[in-house]
């Protein structure tokens, strides 16, 4: 939403009022407006940069030891199944 020519007369006296008052207030907002306007492109060029690569990006670590987990659950209740059927079977025969 833009804003009004009000608005913003009131806003460019509000900060040349607090410009003079206090400069290394508004030397150290302006060096903090800098950072993040660099941190931004920064994001903006990785996201783009890596926008043709997500297709072959690699699994995060906690989706590798979800995976790892469920196959290690899925053979012990496979060795549990084997075992029991084992002594069901080794039970049934006539000594």
Known sequence: ???SQDEERMLLQIERHLIDED???AARLESFNERV?????DR?????????ARSRRRPRRSTVIIMISWMLIATLIAMLL???LRHDAAAALPL
């Open 37 to 41: 306007q660099r941190r931004e492109n």
């Open 23 to 25: 400069p290394r207030l």
């Open 44 to 52: 903006r060029r990785r996201e783009t940069d890596a926008a043709p």
């Open 1 to 3: 939403m833009a804003w």
């Open 82 to 84: 084997v075992m029991v």
